[in-house]
């Protein structure tokens, strides 16, 4: 299943705006999940983008964020701690809630992880978690600051350098981590969790694995994830979590019964015609059967749609561009010219009658579509005003551009 990548914007726990990708299939979304990143980390780190594309072509959309201060959202990191990052998770849900779905599936990556313990409590809807090498406790990551304890506890805040960046640490950090406990959270969870792990993870020991899948109840997986490091640098330990996590969530998700629902949705096709269907997904979103091909149709969000697909007008842009293209290929192909390639370029809009020069009336608004033609091949300059011209004659062009009479009825219907 193809997949899109969209970038989005959201209000975070501390009123910046954060940054974020939703990664989806082009066609409506089964399901929704979310993806907490690992500490000073960001959305963009290769596990979260493999992670994120998989559950995608499963028909999972996943929205993957930085965390305030990190990465490209707004705010300072020096003024985050866990607790704001369980908060920005919150939010993060809330706006797929209020703009999509909420999240059924919370996946969090090292301390991303105990951040969707932490907050899954706080989105119902969520079905299933699953942690990536994940601490049991946030205090866990004190011994990353060990050698900087002392100045943060005396002049209250210290530069810290992390893989090789330099972050301001402060005391009220260490403070919140040392106060955060997941055990209560893990045994009051009630939803399915899945704890993947490396055994030779340097960076987290197996022991908070352990320590997670045994206060938690069931229904909870355990993966072992080998020789992998923390980070899941190699691509072929990122694609095998993806694997999983996708074939596991789909259990928790009833994906099952999603496709089913989705596929109910399409309607039958009629013969030598196109036929154009309500989904319950969104306010514009429309199914489209033409012939053996399924579409989507809809409007962009600033329209309030949900973008699942093109706009009405980019249909019959699409048809215009198509037919013309097609045109010119049949025209070369009989004249026997040398015409390598077509591409078209299409845009719509409405213009005062009044402004138009080549218009015959002056009273009104009007329709135009603006239409550009890029031709290779070796081609003379006749030939290629000639294919323009051919352009115009397009079926589609000169069913547009003359009258069209369009008949409507009431449809027989038929009460349950």
Same mark, same amino acid.
């Given at each position: 299943?193809?997949?899109?990548?969209? =970038?989005?914007?959201?209000?975070?726990?501390?009123?910046? !705006?954060?940054?974020? #990708?939703?990664? +989806?299939?082009?066609s409506a979304p089964l399901a929704y999940a979310l993806f907490a990143h690992c500490f000073t980390?960001?959305?963009?780190?290769?596990?979260?983008? &493999?992670?994120?594309?998989?559950?995608?072509?499963?028909?999972?959309?996943?929205?993957?964020?930085?965390?305030?201060?990190?990465?490209?959202?707004? *705010?300072?990191?020096?003024?985050?701690?866990?607790?704001?990052? $369980?908060?920005?998770?919150?939010?993060?849900?809330?706006?797929? &809630?209020?703009?999509?779905?909420?999240?059924?599936?919370?996946?969090?990556?090292?301390?991303?992880?105990?951040?969707?313990?932490?907050?899954?409590?706080?989105?119902?809807?969520?079905?299933?978690?699953?942690?990536?090498?994940?601490?049991?406790?946030? @205090?866990?990551?004190?011994?990353?600051?060990?050698?900087?304890?002392?100045?943060?506890?005396?002049?209250?805040?210290?530069?810290?350098?992390?893989?090789?960046?330099?972050?301001?640490?402060? #005391?009220?950090?260490?403070?919140?981590?040392?106060?955060? /406990?997941?055990?209560? =959270?893990?045994?009051?969870? #009630?939803?399915?969790?899945?704890?993947?792990?490396?055994?030779?993870?340097? $960076?987290? @020991?197996?022991?908070?694995?352990?320590?997670?899948?045994?206060?938690?109840?069931?229904?909870?997986?355990?993966?072992?994830?080998?020789?992998?490091?923390?980070?899941?640098?190699? +691509?072929?330990?990122?694609?095998?979590?993806?694997?999983?996590l996708a074939a596991w969530a789909g259990r928790y998700l009833d994906l099952e019964a999603a496709?089913?629902?989705?596929?109910?949705?399409?309607?039958?096709?009629? !013969?030598?015609? $196109?036929?154009?269907?309500?989904?319950?997904? *969104?306010?514009?979103?429309?199914?489209?059967?033409? *012939?053996?091909?399924?579409?989507?149709?809809?409007?962009?969000?600033?329209? *309030?749609?949900?973008? /699942?697909?093109?706009?009405?007008?980019?249909?019959? %842009?699409?048809?215009? @561009?198509?037919?013309?293209?097609?045109?010119?290929?049949?025209?070369?192909?009989?004249?026997?010219?040398?015409?390598?390639?077509?591409?078209? !370029? %299409?845009?719509?809009? &409405?213009?005062?009658?009044?402004?138009?020069?080549?218009?015959?009336?002056?009273?009104? +608004?009007? !329709?135009?579509?603006?239409?550009?033609?890029?031709?290779?091949?070796?081609?003379?300059?006749?030939? +290629?005003?000639?294919?323009?011209?051919?352009?115009? =004659?397009?079926?589609?062009? &000169?069913?547009?551009?003359?009258? $069209?009479?369009?008949?409507?009825? %009431?449809?027989?219907?038929?009460?349950?």
């Amino acid at each position: 299943m193809s997949t899109t990548s969209e =970038k989005i914007r959201f209000p975070g726990s501390q009123g910046h !705006e954060l940054a974020a #990708r939703l990664e +989806r299939p082009e066609s409506a979304p089964l399901a929704y999940a979310l993806f907490a990143h690992c500490f000073t980390c960001g959305k963009d780190v290769f596990a979260a983008q &493999r992670i994120a594309q998989a559950l995608a072509s499963q028909g999972i959309a996943v929205l993957r964020f930085d965390f305030t201060g990190l990465g490209h959202s707004e *705010g300072e990191f020096a003024n985050t701690d866990f607790s704001s990052n $369980v908060e920005d998770l919150v939010a993060a849900a809330d706006y797929l &809630r209020t703009n999509h779905k909420a999240p059924q599936l919370l996946i969090g990556h090292s301390l991303g992880g105990a951040a969707v313990i932490a907050a899954a409590g706080e989105v119902a809807e969520a079905k299933a978690v699953a942690t990536i090498g994940a601490p049991a406790d946030p @205090g866990h990551l004190s011994h990353l600051f060990s050698e900087s304890a002392s100045e943060i506890e005396e002049k209250g805040e210290a530069q810290v350098n992390l893989a090789g960046r330099t972050f301001r640490i402060r #005391r009220e950090f260490l403070e919140d981590i040392a106060e955060q /406990t997941l055990e209560e =959270k893990l045994r009051n969870l #009630r939803k399915a969790l899945m704890v993947f792990h490396a055994p030779r993870d340097e $960076v987290v @020991g197996i022991d908070n694995a352990s320590s997670i899948f045994i206060n938690a109840k069931h229904p909870k997986s355990f993966v072992s994830l080998d020789d992998a490091d923390h980070l899941l640098t190699r +691509r072929a330990d990122a694609s095998y979590v993806a694997q999983v996590l996708a074939a596991w969530a789909g259990r928790y998700l009833d994906l099952e019964a999603a496709k089913e629902s989705a596929q109910r949705s399409w309607p039958e096709p009629v !013969e030598g015609g $196109v036929v154009v269907q309500e989904t319950t997904q *969104g306010r514009f979103t429309n199914a489209v059967t033409a *012939g053996n091909h399924r579409l989507m149709a809809d409007e962009p969000k600033s329209s *309030g749609g949900l973008d /699942t697909g093109p706009s009405p007008y980019d249909y019959l %842009l699409a048809g215009l @561009g198509a037919c013309s293209a097609m045109t010119l290929r049949l025209y070369a192909e009989h004249k026997k010219l040398p015409l390598e390639g077509v591409r078209v !370029e %299409l845009s719509h809009r &409405r213009v005062h009658a009044n402004d138009c020069a080549e218009c015959e009336t002056k009273e009104g +608004r009007l !329709e135009v579509i603006d239409r550009s033609l890029s031709i290779s091949g070796d081609l003379s300059e006749e030939q +290629r005003n000639r294919l323009v011209q051919i352009a115009d =004659k397009c079926p589609v062009h &000169r069913t547009l551009a003359g009258a $069209v009479e369009i008949h409507t009825q %009431l449809a027989d219907s038929t009460e349950d």
